[in-house]
């Protein structure tokens, strides 16, 4: 499940908010500048010409970050998600719009240009992608209170930050053949019979030797509170092993580093061989310790593994109903909710196939949904993510991409056929995406670290 956090990085980018929420009436207002009605008074008493943040040589207004921040707020209830006190998400805002200024600053400084023919070139696939001719679509988008002239601009940056990222970071990233071997060896997931070293990460609650029921009930209370966590936002792990874990390598994020199984406790292999790489044991374990909060990060084959073994990947069996969300068709709300109703009926005993015939806007609907066996990288991130985390049979919650709503199940798994260079290509690129995340993500604090950012927003002035 996406964080909170992530919701607001999602919805602050302007060009992905207009390309997916129907404008309101009060959206117009606020993007022809009069203050709209969700704003409240506050906004209307705000100078139009005060600043919000100075950025290196360059400032960010109150009026631009109020305008932001009442999009935001407007998608993420639209998508169910929470919204967070007013000054809270103003200044989470505003820390996005700091980010995305330092990367066009960082462009420019680049020589990084993006030319109005392939601006023009991305509006028309825009266009395309809504089944609207350019013109139809510019005029839906105005009357719905989007200046064409914002959507333009926004496109424009979209593409500039597009192009920084694969100047700085994907295009010096590098694959090894032996990271390749350890992936695929990793995605033969639960029930692989060959030997494979484990890295497991951990939290420990102590329970001390002798305790008291009250004591050990305390000690149990807590850990299950940390394990809800984990179980909320895995990706996390390691900085809550850092705050939480009572053990000697906390500070290490809990990482016990490769392991084989017969160096590991036997309630920790027991454990992970339930879970693939990523997941976090859905119960606490209950050690000589006290309690603990276990994740599976990855498998390898050992030293006696072979490569004609190792090279193998887990295909899925997958189907889906698929809404999309357009300004033409449903909303963020509307989809959500109806796939919510689909779901519903098909747990009470509807036909999954007969629902995606009738409903899914997908090319695979007149065969039920059906996608065949899928590969690892071969769909979206977040498909793939919500459909790992399927047990066979299982139908997923909405899954929100960028072709909209998904509802997913799991029809079988399999261990791919086909070449070990096939399936090294596949695995490389794979690993490629993951190792790109994480280097952008690294990149990103670098640059914001090495920028002078002065904030002046309301009483939070600070310089950094």
Known sequence: MATLAAHIAAACGLFVVFLVVPATPAA??????????????????????????????????????????DLVARRLQQQNAPVPPAEQLKQQVLDQMVLERIQLQKAKEDGINIDDAAVQSTLQRLAQANNMTLEVYRARLEAEGVPWSVFTRDARTELTLSKLREREVDSRISVSDAEVVNYIASQRGPGSKAEQDLRIEHILVKVPDGATQDVLAAAQQKAQAILDRAKKDGANFESLAKDESQAADAKKGGDLGFQP??????????????????????????????????????????????????????????RHILLRVSPTGLSEQEARRKELEIRQQIEQGGDFAKFAQSYSQD??????????????????????????????????????????????????????????????DMARQAIGQRKAEQAYADWLRQLRDSAYVEYKLGSSLAQQ
Do not use: C
């Not at 969700?38 to 970050?65: F, H, M, Y």
């Not at 050690?287 to 193998?312: C, H, N, P, W």
């Not at 769909?379 to 072709?403: I, Q, W």
């Open 261 to 318: 199984p017969s160096q590991l406790p036997s309630e920790f292999v027991e454990a992970s061989s339930q879970l693939r790489p990523g997941q976090v044991s859905p119960n606490l374990i209950r050690t000589s310790e006290g309690f603990e909060i276990m994740r599976l990060v990855d498998r390898r084959t050992g030293v006696g593994g072979s490569t004609s073994e190792a090279a193998k990947l887990m295909q899925t069996h997958v």
């Open 28 to 69: 117009a207002q606020a993007l022809q500048g009069a203050p709209a009605s969700t704003a409240g008074s506050s906004q209307a008493a705000q100078p139009v010409d005060s600043v919000a943040a100075v950025v290196n040589d360059d400032v960010i207004t109150e009026r631009e970050l109020q305008l932001r921040v």
């Open 363 to 424: 090319g695979s609907a007149s065969q039920g949904g059906d996608l065949g066996w899928i590969s690892p990288g071969e769909t979206v991130p977040e498909f793939e993510r919500a459909m790992n985390n399927l047990k066979d049979g299982e139908v997923s919650e909405p899954v929100r991409s960028e072709y909209g709503y998904h509802l997913i199940q799991v029809l079988g798994r399999r261990e791919a056929p086909g070449s070990i260079q096939q399936q090294m």
